[in-house]
């Protein structure tokens, strides 16, 4: 698989219930981001995860990471149909001072929160 | 609350024609990209400039592609002879700070179509 890799590809809930995405990646990283993108529009920035941090929390969102599995997990709790969108994973893999924040996105997951 | 501005929203182009994509970056931050996106694929990494000079590009940011800040608020990506696999969603972004462990605030965009 490729770096930054969602599954699900798509997912379809009810409103209240939660949502799970999972996202893996390949070489090691700096930080770990996630975005949502509404139809049509520019990337919205979700929540940042570094490298030497498990879990994170911002509203209803939770975020975790395993850096030994390459993997990390989006969480949106109480989902209402606003959270309509697709949701992205991207690493920064820079280390060493190499790195001025190029980001790779995974492909991305689709996630319809029906009324 | 501060948001990075792409114009135009959709540009179509003759093929071999030169394009230029405008952006205006938040004001106080130091960072800039550009990603692109082909319909049904995942956005890509282009190119991150700092301190007036290109910091990272990819394999994809050849020859044909530039990237300026003329005056010290637009950041533009020029094509110079574009082709029909040019055809994508053009996302800038910008950065404050050190950009390992910030998030990038994304335009909404500009939808490039060459005919």
């Known amino acids: 698989s490729q770096q930054g890799e969602e599954d699900p590809q798509a997912l379809s809930i009810q409103e209240g219930e939660n949502a799970t995405m999972n996202c893996s990646y390949k070489?090691?990283?700096?930080?770990l981001q996630w975005y949502r993108q509404n139809s049509g529009r520019g990337l919205v920035h979700l929540i940042l995860i570094r490298s030497n941090e498990r879990e994170k929390h911002s509203g209803r969102l939770r975020v975790t990471l395993d850096t030994s599995k390459k993997s990390s997990s989006l969480l949106i709790t109480a989902s209402r149909a606003a959270d309509t969108a697709s949701y992205f994973c991207?690493?920064?893999?820079?280390?060493?001072?190499?790195?001025?924040?190029?980001?790779?996105f995974g492909q991305g997951t689709i996630l319809t929160v029906h009324p | 609350e501060p948001e990075v501005t792409q114009t135009p929203s959709h540009q179509v182009t003759q093929m071999g024609q030169e394009v230029i994509l405008r952006c205006v970056p938040i004001s106080n931050h130091l960072y800039f990209y550009w990603y692109r996106q082909i319909l049904g694929q995942k956005v890509e990494f282009l190119v991150s400039f700092y301190n007036n000079e290109i910091s990272e590009k990819s394999e994809i940011f050849d020859d044909q592609f530039s990237v300026e800040r003329p005056d010290g608020s637009n950041f533009t990506l020029k094509i110079r002879s574009t082709k029909l696999e040019d055809s994508a969603m053009y996302f800038c972004?910008?950065?404050?700070?050190?950009?390992?462990?910030?998030?990038?605030?994304f335009g909404d965009g500009t939808r490039l179509s060459i005919l």
């Open positions: 972004a910008s950065s404050a700070e050190n950009p390992r462990g910030q998030p990038q605030h």
């Open positions: 070489t090691s990283i700096n930080n």
């Open positions: 991207a690493t920064d893999a820079g280390a060493g001072g190499t790195s001025y924040g190029k980001l790779t």
